[in-house]
Structure formats: C-alpha cells, structure tokens
C-alpha cells in the first residue's frame, strides 16, 4: 500500500492516501494491531482532482517507522529509511 498509494519521507513520516473510507479504516486496525502509532485526516479533493470525493490521508511519524520498519513491507520504507 505504502508503494503504490503513499509516500516516505526520510525525516517526516509516512503518507498513505485512498478515496475509501474502509480501506482507511481496515489500514488503520491493521498498524493498531501491530503497535504503530498513526494519525488520519478527512481533506476536501482538490480542484484538480480526478476524483470529487474526500480523501483519508493516513500519517506515520519517521520515528515509528524506524522502530517497525521489519513489520511493514515495503521498497520505499527499505530505500529511504536503511
């Protein structure tokens, strides 16, 4: 998920970003179930946007995903962050 619809940031944190109100929330059980803290905001869509609907963006701080690094499969996270 990371690797198609987010994006890491080495000092800042993580982003996943969907459309759909149950992939944020099934997204956000899973990092609860694994102990990663996480933080989700409701945004309008942009003007530009393909897509009218409001987006779910899904915020990991840097320093939890160096701790859990292991558990979250990701090229992006392996790129940036080792």
């Given at each position: 998920?990371?690797?198609?619809?987010g994006?890491?940031?080495?000092?800042?944190?993580?982003e996943?970003?969907?459309?759909?109100?149950?992939?944020?929330?099934?997204?956000?059980?899973?990092?609860?179930?694994?102990?990663?803290?996480?933080?989700?905001?409701?945004?309008?869509?942009?003007?530009?946007?393909?897509?009218?609907?409001?987006?779910?963006?899904?915020?990991?701080?840097?320093?939890?995903?160096?701790?859990?690094?292991?558990?979250?499969?990701?090229?992006?996270?392996?790129?940036?962050?080792?």
């Amino acid at each position: 998920m990371i690797d198609s619809d987010g994006h890491v940031h080495e000092h800042l944190g993580t982003e996943i970003k969907t459309v759909s109100s149950q992939i944020s929330k099934r997204v956000t059980e899973i990092l609860k179930e694994l102990w990663i803290v996480s933080n989700t905001k409701i945004r309008d869509a942009p003007c530009n946007s393909f897509s009218n609907k409001p987006r779910f963006e899904i915020y990991i701080p840097s320093a939890e995903i160096k701790l859990h690094k292991n558990k979250i499969p990701s090229v992006k996270i392996a790129r940036y962050l080792t």
